[in-house]
């Protein structure tokens, strides 16, 4: 069954770019890669327990590392991902002791605290990253030497990884150390009276979602062309964090489905008011409130209410096929 | 050029950032301290005080001291619709929900400020009687930031007065301690929730109003304002007046002096500063240990 | 089960109405020719056949939202008020002017323009006020041959090291603004000067370009700081320039910052011991309320301002005020002038925009007298070549005004 959906998944974004216009597929590798994203802090938020304020810092330390990578080595994919997954890797390393030793608010907050350190950081180092003005100018990828010059190619590499992660994480959240992790989130005195020290699973799951938040950077880099400090800026982990907790946190695909929320309702509705903050309030709050499992949980549970209903289902038969096999 | 008079000169410019700084944390700390919600809409608050007061003054001609009466009074009831509409209902749902709610509230209060006062820079002028200069050492300081000081003084005393020696003040330190408690000795914690966020509300306000006419009105201002104020409430410790006013002079002084001394680092140093007592001492320096949600 | 295949069909269905649209991303790609330049050549085929028979669409990214939000809808405005000057046609053609909120994002920004090009098949890109997102911008423009003309961003490199044959400038660069402060300040306020600005690249440009006119003709700048962007207070910076033996001090501020700052300036004393200069934006027609009499005895260097008294001018500011009953700004009269310049493009091509080289080349020759002076382009940069004036603030009864004291003629960004 899992292979089934993993396979008719693949087919799907393999076949997107022969039915999509450039502007979906670029659409769509946008929401991606803002998928990645949201899944890595899912991993915190969703399934340890801990909400970052400042996840942002990740995203551009893997986005800035691979452009200048790019710059000044080599734009090969290869170099650029591993060098920008490497730094983000080492940063999560560092700021994870520190950030061990705090709960709840006091966790948001000195996340909060690092992001901005780092900030501020890439904001003054004018001569390495542009500043305010961000960094332009990152040579085009190419993997082996094949250069990525067209949106298709940079959507097909983002796809693969894409798929490649959110299999992973699923298997990882589903693995013993998986359920460790959850049972940090649900009642952390319990599991420490089990004898398991939760000071390390919380420090490899930080590590581990700081790392693919850079990958998720890293790949934004190849979609753009360019990072600027805005992409670093705590706005940016607020933004992400909606995107988990409107889409459903401590869920796999809820973080996906609120990415491609925010990014589709943000490119249609400014085109017709710029109120757009107004309504991401709106929705958001109403979330909060009233459907805080997020839109899968209320997915889930409209599905299985249409599913029993009586309303009549054109594609029953196709289901059925689908059933045998 | 470092000479003794500079120095003083720039510690008298860092207590009186320092005070301003304390006149707009002081609900946010009120709230989180007693309520246990992080107010993420507190920055928003304070924003529609000082926009209420530009109304106040330039678009119907009333005084500065009418506006600083009837803004905070408006943001107050503001913070009660709030509180009654949307914050009760999420006690239940634990803090994380409460603070969620609070930024998301700051996203609609940014809109609605907007389609209100457009998005235009805009100032409150000092009131008349403390327009002028004051000359100390040679150097010339505006009377109104002087003011600044006396007022957060005022404020930080009154604050700590309600809050150690009345039986408001009780009740509010029991409620911190144990909410349950309370209900059992036949307080209506509720009320007393309300009661403290709408007083949140009112000091939000005054605060936008005290910090207009040095600060000024602009789009975003909330988030800068929520932002430094997140700060000086982690520095300072939750539940604590003495904390807070504490770190809002320890912060205004430090970053005075760091722009004097290193300007390029000065942003990054108030995060260092607030990375250090996190990780040092989590509570912040004069807080108390708080129950976690 | 069901449920899953419920949504993939969804998401098929949605993948087959999409696919309708327009061509596919699989398509664009197959035109790309051998050297992988001409990667849209498919889809641009396409927009000029719509375009040549009804329409001419000309897309403007401009913040509507954000810390810039002013500027885009002035801006904006300007750009209508010229478009209704012409009656919205130009070359037997009517004018769609589609217009995006940039946020001054640049990942918004770029969202924004694919949209445009893909989506509203623009056949010419103008606005953008951040220079971030003018770089941020500047590739998929070059790669998809999009004639673009900047109407605000300021950026030096826009039309130095990034410069793409598809991007012209009819604003200003950072270099315009200071440089032509430099040699006046020497002769005119003294020899010693202190250099206040925002920490942001425009901030630095311009004081770096300032400085280096202002040393070349003899001065000595005894002191720079640069307070970060949306610093609220400037006490501590203002009691370290009052210690310092100069002149006068020479800022770069804008928006809420310029408020402040002018009128901190004046709270702390300075103004007795120091002149203070500045830009254009320091004292703009937009902000002089706010700072109110604090701004009196500001010099300024810009390109344009409210008074300047010539002809065009006065007939812009007369029918910007009846249109919308307030004042121009520097930002109305840039997007009035980039409206124009296209309109005068278009009218020269006879409507026939498809062919982006053409654009450009028929482009580069407009000139005309704006109410800035006159203009016209520097063919080598893509940079406008303009005159820059010197102004002082005066009160004017109980309100501050400009007026013009100098004209430094036909300023001509170096380019490297």
């Given at each position: 069954m899992t292979y089934l959906k993993f396979g008719i998944a693949v087919l799907l974004f393999g076949a997107a770019p022969f039915f999509l216009a450039s502007f979906h597929i670029s659409l769509l590798t946008e929401i991606l890669i803002l998928a990645i994203f949201a899944l890595s802090l899912n991993i915190l938020v969703g399934y340890t327990g801990l909400v970052s304020l400042g996840h942002a810092a990740f995203f551009g330390a893997g986005a800035y590392a691979a452009g200048l990578i790019g710059q000044h080595?080599?734009?090969e994919i290869i170099t650029t991902l591993l060098g920008g997954v490497l730094v983000s890797f080492m940063l999560a390393l560092v700021v994870g002791i520190f950030c061990m030793k705090v709960n709840g608010f006091y966790f948001l907050m000195l996340t909060l605290a690092f992001s901005q350190m780092i900030y501020s950081f890439i904001y003054q180092s004018t001569t390495w990253t542009?500043?305010?003005?961000?960094?332009?100018?990152?040579p085009t990828p190419s993997l082996l030497g094949l250069e990525l010059s067209n949106i298709v190619w940079v959507f097909y590499v983002t796809a693969i990884l894409f798929l490649l992660l959110y299999a992973g994480i699923s298997i990882f959240v589903k693995s013993p150390f998986g359920r460790v992790l959850v049972g940090i989130k649900e009642n952390e005195t319990r599991l420490k009276s089990m004898g398991y020290n939760t000071k390390i699973y919380r420090y490899v799951a930080f590590v581990i979602s700081g790392t693919l938040g850079g990958l998720s950077g890293v790949l934004f880099t190849y979609f753009n062309g360019f990072i600027a400090p805005t992409n670093v800026y705590w706005t940016m982990s607020g933004t992400v964090l909606i995107m988990v907790l409107i889409g459903g946190?401590?869920?796999?695909?809820g973080p996906v489905l609120g990415a491609a929320l925010i990014v589709i309702l943000e490119t249609v509705i400014a085109t017709y008011t710029d109120m757009w903050m107004l309504l991401l309030g709106v929705i958001f709050i109403f979330f909060v409130i009233f459907l805080p499992e997020g839109i899968y949980g209320v997915w889930q549970r409209s599905t299985r209410k249409w599913l029993k209903g009586k309303i009549p289902q054109p594609e029953l038969k196709k289901v059925d096929r689908e059933k045998v096999s | 050029m470092d000479n003794i008079e500079t120095i003083i000169a720039q510690f008298i410019n860092g207590l009186s950032y320092g005070m301003l700084l304390f006149v707009i944390t002081c609900g946010l700390a009120l709230v989180f301290g007693i309520l246990?919600?992080?107010?993420?809409?507190h920055g928003s608050l304070y924003m529609m005080g000082a926009y209420v007061a530009y109304s106040i003054t330039v678009s119907f001609g009333f005084s500065f001291w009418v506006a600083l009466i009837i803004a905070p009074l408006t943001v107050a009831v503001l913070a009660l619709i709030i509180e009654r509409t949307l914050l009760h209902t999420t006690y239940k749902l634990g803090h994380l929900s409460q603070v969620l709610l609070t930024f998301g509230l700051a996203y609609i209060l940014h809109d609605l400020a907007k389609l209100v006062w457009g998005a235009n820079v805009l100032s409150i002028s000092v009131p008349s009687l403390f327009s002028g200069s004051v000359s100390i050492l040679g150097q010339t300081f505006p009377l109104y930031r002087l003011i600044v000081i006396g007022v957060g003084l005022v404020l930080a005393i009154g604050l700590w007065w309600i809050q150690n020696k009345t039986r408001w003040g009780a009740i509010i330190r029991a409620g911190l301690s144990d909410s349950e408690m309370i209900g059992a000795l036949g307080v209506n914690i509720r009320f007393v929730f309300t009661v403290v966020f709408v007083l949140g509300g009112f000091l939000a306000g005054f605060g936008g109003v005290i910090a207009a006419p040095i600060l000024g009105l602009y789009p975003d201002m909330e988030f800068q304002t929520l932002i430094l104020a997140l700060v000086v409430l982690v520095i300072g410790g939750l539940g604590s007046i003495t904390g807070t006013f504490t770190a809002a002079i320890i912060v205004g002084v430090l970053e005075t002096f760091g722009r004097y001394l290193v300007p390029e680092i000065s942003m990054f140093i108030i995060f260092a500063l607030m990375a250090v007592i996190l990780i040092w001492r989590p509570h912040g320096l004069l807080g108390k240990q708080v129950t976690e949600g | 089960m069901r449920k899953f295949v419920i949504g993939v069909f969804s998401f098929a269905t949605i993948l087959i109405i999409l696919s309708g649209c327009t061509n596919s991303a699989m398509q664009d790609t197959e035109g790309t020719t051998a050297n992988g330049e001409e990667v849209t050549e498919g889809s641009s085929g396409e927009v000029n056949s719509e375009s040549s028979e009804d329409s001419i669409k000309i897309g403007a990214l401009h913040p509507f939202s954000g810390v810039y939000a002013t500027l885009g809808n002035d801006l904006s405005d300007g750009m209508k008020l010229y478009l209704d000057s012409v009656d919205w046609t130009a070359g037997g053609k009517t004018i769609e002017l589609i217009e995006e909120d940039s946020e001054a994002d640049p990942q918004n920004s770029l969202r924004r323009l694919r949209k445009l090009m893909d989506q509203d098949n623009i056949d010419i890109l103008t606005g953008v006020v951040s220079t971030a997102v003018a770089y941020a911008i500047r590739d998929e423009l070059d790669a998809n041959q999009l004639p673009f003309l900047t109407s605000h961003a300021g950026g030096d490199d826009l039309t130095r090291s990034e410069r793409s044959d598809y991007i012209w400038r009819s604003s200003f660069s950072s270099w315009q603004v200071g440089n032509a402060m430099g040699e006046w300040a020497y002769e005119n306020i003294g020899d010693k000067m202190f250099i206040a600005a925002a920490d942001y690249a425009f901030g630095r440009e311009v004081s770096a370009s300032f400085k280096d006119a202002y040393t070349e003709a003899g001065g000595e700048i005894i002191g720079e700081v640069y307070p970060p962007l949306e610093n609220n207070d400037y006490a501590s910076y203002l009691t370290t320039i009052a210690d310092a033996d100069a002149d006068g001090v020479y800022a770069f501020f804008a928006g809420s910052d310029a408020v402040r700052f002018v009128q901190q300036f004046h709270e702390y004393g300075l103004h007795e011991n120091f002149e203070l200069l500045g830009s254009g934006w320091l004292v703009s027609e937009d902000l002089r309320e706010s700072i109110g009499e604090a701004a009196e005895g500001v010099y300024a260097a810009s390109f344009w301002d409210y008074n300047l008294e010539n002809e065009e001018n006065i007939a812009f500011r007369e029918a910007y005020e009846e249109a919308y009953d307030r004042r121009p700004t520097i930002e109305a009269l840039e997007g009035y002038d980039a409206t124009r310049i296209l309109v005068e493009t278009i009218e020269e091509l006879n409507g026939d925009v498809s062919d982006p080289d053409k654009v450009i080349e028929v482009m580069s020759q407009v000139t005309f007298d704006s109410p800035r002076g006159p203009f016209s382009f520097d063919t080598d940069t893509h940079h406008v070549i303009q005159n820059m004036y010197i102004l002082e603030t005066i009160m004017d009864g109980e309100r501050t005004e400009n007026s013009m004291i100098e004209t430094i003629e036909n300023v001509q960004d170096p380019g490297e």
């Amino acid at each position: 069954m899992t292979y089934l959906k993993f396979g008719i998944a693949v087919l799907l974004f393999g076949a997107a770019p022969f039915f999509l216009a450039s502007f979906h597929i670029s659409l769509l590798t946008e929401i991606l890669i803002l998928a990645i994203f949201a899944l890595s802090l899912n991993i915190l938020v969703g399934y340890t327990g801990l909400v970052s304020l400042g996840h942002a810092a990740f995203f551009g330390a893997g986005a800035y590392a691979a452009g200048l990578i790019g710059q000044h080595v080599s734009a090969e994919i290869i170099t650029t991902l591993l060098g920008g997954v490497l730094v983000s890797f080492m940063l999560a390393l560092v700021v994870g002791i520190f950030c061990m030793k705090v709960n709840g608010f006091y966790f948001l907050m000195l996340t909060l605290a690092f992001s901005q350190m780092i900030y501020s950081f890439i904001y003054q180092s004018t001569t390495w990253t542009g500043g305010s003005n961000g960094l332009t100018g990152i040579p085009t990828p190419s993997l082996l030497g094949l250069e990525l010059s067209n949106i298709v190619w940079v959507f097909y590499v983002t796809a693969i990884l894409f798929l490649l992660l959110y299999a992973g994480i699923s298997i990882f959240v589903k693995s013993p150390f998986g359920r460790v992790l959850v049972g940090i989130k649900e009642n952390e005195t319990r599991l420490k009276s089990m004898g398991y020290n939760t000071k390390i699973y919380r420090y490899v799951a930080f590590v581990i979602s700081g790392t693919l938040g850079g990958l998720s950077g890293v790949l934004f880099t190849y979609f753009n062309g360019f990072i600027a400090p805005t992409n670093v800026y705590w706005t940016m982990s607020g933004t992400v964090l909606i995107m988990v907790l409107i889409g459903g946190a401590g869920t796999m695909i809820g973080p996906v489905l609120g990415a491609a929320l925010i990014v589709i309702l943000e490119t249609v509705i400014a085109t017709y008011t710029d109120m757009w903050m107004l309504l991401l309030g709106v929705i958001f709050i109403f979330f909060v409130i009233f459907l805080p499992e997020g839109i899968y949980g209320v997915w889930q549970r409209s599905t299985r209410k249409w599913l029993k209903g009586k309303i009549p289902q054109p594609e029953l038969k196709k289901v059925d096929r689908e059933k045998v096999s | 050029m470092d000479n003794i008079e500079t120095i003083i000169a720039q510690f008298i410019n860092g207590l009186s950032y320092g005070m301003l700084l304390f006149v707009i944390t002081c609900g946010l700390a009120l709230v989180f301290g007693i309520l246990g919600v992080l107010n993420l809409a507190h920055g928003s608050l304070y924003m529609m005080g000082a926009y209420v007061a530009y109304s106040i003054t330039v678009s119907f001609g009333f005084s500065f001291w009418v506006a600083l009466i009837i803004a905070p009074l408006t943001v107050a009831v503001l913070a009660l619709i709030i509180e009654r509409t949307l914050l009760h209902t999420t006690y239940k749902l634990g803090h994380l929900s409460q603070v969620l709610l609070t930024f998301g509230l700051a996203y609609i209060l940014h809109d609605l400020a907007k389609l209100v006062w457009g998005a235009n820079v805009l100032s409150i002028s000092v009131p008349s009687l403390f327009s002028g200069s004051v000359s100390i050492l040679g150097q010339t300081f505006p009377l109104y930031r002087l003011i600044v000081i006396g007022v957060g003084l005022v404020l930080a005393i009154g604050l700590w007065w309600i809050q150690n020696k009345t039986r408001w003040g009780a009740i509010i330190r029991a409620g911190l301690s144990d909410s349950e408690m309370i209900g059992a000795l036949g307080v209506n914690i509720r009320f007393v929730f309300t009661v403290v966020f709408v007083l949140g509300g009112f000091l939000a306000g005054f605060g936008g109003v005290i910090a207009a006419p040095i600060l000024g009105l602009y789009p975003d201002m909330e988030f800068q304002t929520l932002i430094l104020a997140l700060v000086v409430l982690v520095i300072g410790g939750l539940g604590s007046i003495t904390g807070t006013f504490t770190a809002a002079i320890i912060v205004g002084v430090l970053e005075t002096f760091g722009r004097y001394l290193v300007p390029e680092i000065s942003m990054f140093i108030i995060f260092a500063l607030m990375a250090v007592i996190l990780i040092w001492r989590p509570h912040g320096l004069l807080g108390k240990q708080v129950t976690e949600g | 089960m069901r449920k899953f295949v419920i949504g993939v069909f969804s998401f098929a269905t949605i993948l087959i109405i999409l696919s309708g649209c327009t061509n596919s991303a699989m398509q664009d790609t197959e035109g790309t020719t051998a050297n992988g330049e001409e990667v849209t050549e498919g889809s641009s085929g396409e927009v000029n056949s719509e375009s040549s028979e009804d329409s001419i669409k000309i897309g403007a990214l401009h913040p509507f939202s954000g810390v810039y939000a002013t500027l885009g809808n002035d801006l904006s405005d300007g750009m209508k008020l010229y478009l209704d000057s012409v009656d919205w046609t130009a070359g037997g053609k009517t004018i769609e002017l589609i217009e995006e909120d940039s946020e001054a994002d640049p990942q918004n920004s770029l969202r924004r323009l694919r949209k445009l090009m893909d989506q509203d098949n623009i056949d010419i890109l103008t606005g953008v006020v951040s220079t971030a997102v003018a770089y941020a911008i500047r590739d998929e423009l070059d790669a998809n041959q999009l004639p673009f003309l900047t109407s605000h961003a300021g950026g030096d490199d826009l039309t130095r090291s990034e410069r793409s044959d598809y991007i012209w400038r009819s604003s200003f660069s950072s270099w315009q603004v200071g440089n032509a402060m430099g040699e006046w300040a020497y002769e005119n306020i003294g020899d010693k000067m202190f250099i206040a600005a925002a920490d942001y690249a425009f901030g630095r440009e311009v004081s770096a370009s300032f400085k280096d006119a202002y040393t070349e003709a003899g001065g000595e700048i005894i002191g720079e700081v640069y307070p970060p962007l949306e610093n609220n207070d400037y006490a501590s910076y203002l009691t370290t320039i009052a210690d310092a033996d100069a002149d006068g001090v020479y800022a770069f501020f804008a928006g809420s910052d310029a408020v402040r700052f002018v009128q901190q300036f004046h709270e702390y004393g300075l103004h007795e011991n120091f002149e203070l200069l500045g830009s254009g934006w320091l004292v703009s027609e937009d902000l002089r309320e706010s700072i109110g009499e604090a701004a009196e005895g500001v010099y300024a260097a810009s390109f344009w301002d409210y008074n300047l008294e010539n002809e065009e001018n006065i007939a812009f500011r007369e029918a910007y005020e009846e249109a919308y009953d307030r004042r121009p700004t520097i930002e109305a009269l840039e997007g009035y002038d980039a409206t124009r310049i296209l309109v005068e493009t278009i009218e020269e091509l006879n409507g026939d925009v498809s062919d982006p080289d053409k654009v450009i080349e028929v482009m580069s020759q407009v000139t005309f007298d704006s109410p800035r002076g006159p203009f016209s382009f520097d063919t080598d940069t893509h940079h406008v070549i303009q005159n820059m004036y010197i102004l002082e603030t005066i009160m004017d009864g109980e309100r501050t005004e400009n007026s013009m004291i100098e004209t430094i003629e036909n300023v001509q960004d170096p380019g490297e």
